[in-house]
Each structure stands twice: as C-alpha cells, then as structure tokens.
C-alpha cells in the first residue's frame, strides 16, 4: 500500500479516477489511509485516454465499485440519454464523449460519475478541511473554475450540477474589459481564473507581483461567488483549491475580505464572520479528487445494494 498504513478489510475495495483536463489520476483504496494504487495518465484524446485508463482497470480486476470524477460540463441524470458524457467543452475532441457508460461496461462494477470538484468536495468534507461538518461547500481556482456543495455526505444537485463559475458579478467600477470566457465573457471564471489572468496580464498568475492591481479584480469577482454561495445554501465553510488559490497565498485575504465586504453583515452567522475559518484552503493537497472519485464509487456500491 502506497501509504504505509495498513488497510481495513472490512471496507470495500474501490476503483476511482479523477479526469482532468490535463492529466488523470487512478487509484484503488479502500480509503485515505489505505491506498494500494495510483496511475497517472496524460489526458490526450478521449479514445487513447479512455483505453489508457481501462488497462489500469483491467489491470486492478477485483474492485468492487468504480467512481469518475471528471471535468465538465458533465451530464450527470442516469436517466438522461446523454448521461455519462462530457457535453459541451472547450477541450478540443471531447464534447459529447461517453465516459460513464463506456467506463462502466467495462469495468462491470457499479459506477457513479460526477465532476472533479464534486469529488474534491466529496473527500474534504469527510477527511479534509471541512471533515466533522454538516455541509461545505469547494471552490477550484485553476485554469477554470467550479464549485461544488456537499450536504450529508452527497451532493448538491438538480438537473445536473452546479456551474457557480459562470455567474456574473458586479464589475469593478472603470473595469471594462471584455473576460476570457468564451460563453460569457465576463463570468467569474473569464474574470478570475488562470486563463483570465493570463489573458488580461499576458502573464500567468503565479509570475505576478503580490502589488499587482489584477488581484484585487480578481479577488472581487471570487469574493461574489462565495456570497453567492452563502446566500444559496449557506455552507458550514467554503474550502478553496486550485492551482491560482493554492499558488498565490495572499489571495486567501483578499478573497475573505472581499465576500465580507459584499455580504455587508446580511448573513449575521458568527461562523461566516470569521472569515479566516470560513474560507480555507484544502488539506488533501493533490488527492482529492481521486479521493473524492473513492467516494463516489462507494455511493454506486450503496446504490446498488438498495
């Protein structure tokens, strides 16, 4: 086992993959504290992804369960005739690819399929910076950026899942340029990701003096997201990933500063007030989406026994 700790039989072993838009990561576990496998995959396009990833499955036979936590947007209704599939997607050759399904079948295990921050979420909540709380909600900051709620151990969802990345936020007075993304311009993710960044500044974000006035937009922009988490389900915390969060510390501050400012004392919860425990960064480092993935295996195993 990977980490040295020994495993608990009693657990189930699961097969779990978080795909990211740039590599994927599978591992086999039966928890945090007992990984017995971990393949890293370059993310390339989809059919050599897909059958890179099915020989590790093939590989690891004997698993009780598969979890996927994937980039999205996903379609994530098993009822939907589209479930289990990348939908629309600025990666190049993967929108409308079935992952979910063609996974599942081959693995034969039940399979549960959501996106990477759900299962970032998922496994901070239950063994991270948000462990021991009713709900939480995870925010990515990276290339682009998503969040996910979680609320007794599930996730949060509808039709399908949250897209907090692309609301629209009060732009700073005199702030007119145009955002990066190319759904809506000006979004939180066109606004305040990586690729936002580096496409105002021509820099990217962890080449930037901690003075340079793009912070303080960017800030802005994250801090209306987390209002709009609180007013939308009023999380216990707001853990904060991603390459931009965790690269760039005196982002946390701002950020905290900038949701307190926005919120104006509307939300009169001491937890929310404390800002510099309300919104923290994550404590799984690079494991939690796989983790996560670990999770949601697990939810399709309970899923299956009825």
Same mark, same amino acid.
């Given at each position: 086992?990977?980490?040295?700790?020994p495993?608990?039989?009693?657990?189930?072993?699961?097969?779990?993959?978080?795909?990211?838009?740039?590599?994927? #990561?599978?591992?086999?576990?039966?928890?945090?504290?007992?990984?017995?496998d /971990?393949?890293?995959? &370059?993310? =390339? %396009?989809?059919? /050599? =992804?897909l059958?890179?990833?099915?020989?590790?499955?093939?590989?690891?036979?004997?698993?009780?369960?598969l979890? #996927? @936590?994937?980039?999205?947007p #996903?379609?994530?209704?098993?009822?939907?005739?589209?479930?289990?599939?990348? =939908?629309?997607?600025?990666?190049?050759?993967?929108?409308?690819?079935?992952?979910?399904?063609?996974? /599942?079948?081959?693995a034969? *295990?039940?399979?549960?399929?959501h996106?990477?921050?759900?299962?970032? @979420?998922?496994?901070?909540?239950?063994?991270?910076?948000?462990?021991?709380?009713?709900?939480?909600a995870? +925010?990515?900051?990276? =290339?682009?950026?998503?969040?996910?709620?979680?609320?007794g151990?599930?996730?949060?969802?509808?039709?399908?899942?949250?897209?907090?990345? !692309?609301?629209?936020?009060?732009r700073?007075?005199?702030?007119d340029?145009i955002?990066?993304?190319?759904? !809506?311009?000006?979004?939180?993710?066109?606004?305040?990701?990586?690729?936002?960044?580096? @496409?105002?500044?021509? %820099? &990217?974000?962890?080449?930037?003096?901690?003075?340079?006035?793009?912070?303080?937009? *960017?800030?802005?922009?994250?801090?209306?997201?987390? !209002?709009?988490?609180?007013?939308?389900?009023?999380?216990?915390?707001?853990?904060?990933g991603?390459? +931009?969060? *965790?690269?760039?510390?005196?982002?946390? &501050? %701002?950020?905290?500063?900038?949701m307190?400012?926005?919120?104006a004392?509307?939300v009169?919860?001491?937890?929310?007030?404390?800002?510099?425990?309300?919104?923290?960064?994550?404590?799984?480092?690079?494991?939690?989406? &796989?983790?996560?993935?670990?999770?949601?295996?697990?939810?399709?195993?309970?899923r299956? %026994?009825?």
């Open positions: 086992m990977l980490d040295g700790s495993g608990t039989d009693a657990s189930p072993l699961i097969a779990g993959v978080e795909l990211g838009g740039t590599k994927c #990561i599978a591992i086999l576990a039966r928890g945090p504290d007992a990984i017995e /971990e393949v890293r995959i &370059p993310t =390339t %396009r989809p059919d /050599e =992804t059958s890179a990833l099915a020989a590790v499955l093939e590989r690891w036979r004997g698993f009780a369960a979890g #996927i @936590a994937s980039f999205g #996903i379609a994530i209704d098993p009822e939907a005739a589209d479930y289990g599939q990348v =939908t629309v997607t600025t990666k190049p050759g993967w929108s409308h690819t079935d992952v979910a399904r063609r996974l /599942e079948r081959f034969g *295990v039940p399979t549960n399929f996106t990477d921050v759900v299962g970032a @979420a998922l496994a901070e909540a239950r063994w991270g910076a948000a462990k021991g709380l009713a709900d939480m995870y +925010v990515t900051v990276g =290339t682009g950026i998503g969040a996910g709620m979680v609320a151990g599930k996730p949060v969802d509808g039709l399908t899942h949250a897209e907090f990345g !692309h609301l629209r936020p009060v700073v007075a005199g702030d340029w955002g990066s993304c190319p759904f !809506h311009g000006a979004c939180v993710e066109g606004l305040a990701s990586g690729t936002a960044i580096a @496409a105002r500044t021509g %820099r &990217p974000a962890d080449q930037l003096a901690a003075d340079d006035p793009v912070w303080d937009l *960017v800030a802005h922009a994250l801090g209306q997201l987390c !209002h709009a988490l609180v007013l939308t389900g009023v999380p216990r915390r707001i853990v904060m991603g390459g +931009v969060m *965790v690269g760039v510390p005196h982002l946390f &501050p %701002r950020v905290r500063e900038a307190t400012k926005s919120l004392g509307y009169a919860l001491a937890e929310v007030a404390m800002a510099d425990s309300y919104i923290v960064p994550p404590s799984l480092g690079g494991r939690a989406g &796989p983790l996560g993935a670990i999770i949601l295996g697990e939810q399709a195993l309970e299956s %026994r009825g």
